[in-house]
Every structure is written in C-alpha cells, then in structure tokens.
T-cell receptor
C-alpha cells in the first residue's frame, strides 16, 4: 500500500512550458518531503525538498508548493527544457521512523 | 570523489541461483539502504542498516539477505526464494539514521532472470 500517491504517471510538455506533478499523502506524521530526479539507467538524485513549516520553496526553475491541510504537495518545473526530461519521484518521511516512502514516479518528456 | 558505487551494472541470473549485488560508499555515512525499482511502482525498501553489524527488514525483504560487516559496504544477496527478482536495484546511504535529507543513491544494478 503506497503511502504517497503521485500523479500523473507521465506528461509531455513543450519547451518553455510548465510541468506540474502532484503528490498526496495520508500520514500526518510526515515532516520531510523531497523530490528526486532520475535519468534512464541512473540512480535518483535529490532535486529539492520542503518541510511543512513553509508553503512554498523555490530553487531556480523548480518550485515545491505544499498544502498541509489538504495533505498535498506538488512540483512545478518552469520554463521546461529538453534536459529536464526524466522521471520524477516525490517522497515523504517522518521523524518517527525516518524511512522514505516514495510515489510511483512521473515520466516527464519535454519536446523541443 | 565521494559517492556510492554499485557493481555490476548489469547482472543475469538463471532460475535457482543466488546472486550478490555489491554496494560500496566512501561518504563516511552510517546508514545504508537497498531499494527495488519496478516500472510504475516507485522505490520499495528491501533492507536497511542504521550502523555496522546491524540491519533491519524493509517492506519487501522476503527472498533477500544482507550483511553489514564494514561501514562502507552493504552487499545484497538475491536468493532463489525471491520469485520475481528481475528489477533495478538501488543502494543508498545517509549521514546517519534520521538524516533522510542527506540520502544519496548509487547508479543501480539491473538484474535479469533468464
């Protein structure tokens, strides 16, 4: 049973467009929400992360929006580039067991 | 360069064979993890080790075994009891248990059962 539900499974966006990936969770003990980026045949790499004391965090073209009351968080990729084509995973962990629970992943394809 | 190395990159196994996947890190991290990745299912935790000589089962430990005799090494054995072992296996480490914000992944090993 997946503790973090991620959507969509895949998306295609034009170069310069905005990619939006959504995640939802049920465990209110979660207090750390990272996003990982994975290229084919490689291991995931941490992209950006947020804690529930803030509603938004931005790093370059990547922004996390966090809605604690709705138990949802999302990744926005602004001005999407072909090099952003990858699989993105959301995840969550709590201070009680420190194990990351991952979403199923979203494959993003950016068309030039 | 500090990081995690996994070997081999590709591994083929015949039915009934045990195989061992290697994971080495030079990050001086205390905690290490093994995940399995299948298409459309995200990453699932197989085993984790908080410290040397200690390890715990994750969510899908059946058919797998591990050891943690050295801080830098955390090998995973896929036994013949694992009914569907074909997958992409990822090793990871964190500075210590509780620091999920320091989690690094290795490049992975793709295991195929023939």
């Amino acid at each position: 049973q997946q503790q973090v539900k991620q959507s969509p499974q895949s998306l295609i966006v034009q170069k310069g467009g905005i990619s939006i990936i959504n995640c939802a969770y049920e465990n209110t003990a979660f207090d750390y929400f990272p996003w990982y980026q994975q290229f084919p045949g490689k291991g995931p790499a941490l992209l950006i992360a947020i804690r529930p004391d803030v509603s938004e965090k931005k790093e370059g073209r990547f922004t996390i929006s966090f809605n604690k009351s709705a138990k949802q968080f999302s990744l926005h990729i602004m001005d999407s580039q072909p090099g952003d084509s990858a699989t993105y995973f959301c995840a969550a962990s709590s201070r009680f067991d420190y194990k990351l629970s991952f979403g199923a992943g979203t494959t993003v394809t950016v068309r030039a | 360069d500090g990081g995690i190395t996994q070997s081999p990159k590709y591994l083929f196994r015949k039915e009934g064979q045990n195989v061992t996947l290697s994971c080495e890190q030079n990050l001086n991290h205390d905690a290490m993890y093994w995940y399995r990745q299948d298409p459309g299912q995200g990453l699932r935790l197989i085993y984790y080790s908080q410290i040397v000589n200690d390890f715990q089962k994750g969510d899908i430990a059946e058919g797998y075994s591990v050891s943690r005799e050295k801080k830098e090494s955390f090998p995973l054995t896929v036994t013949s009891a694992q009914k569907n072992p074909t997958a992409f296996y990822l090793c990871a480490s964190t500075l210590d248990w509780g620091r999920t914000d320091t989690q690094y992944f290795g490049p992975g090993t793709r295991l195929t059962v023939l």
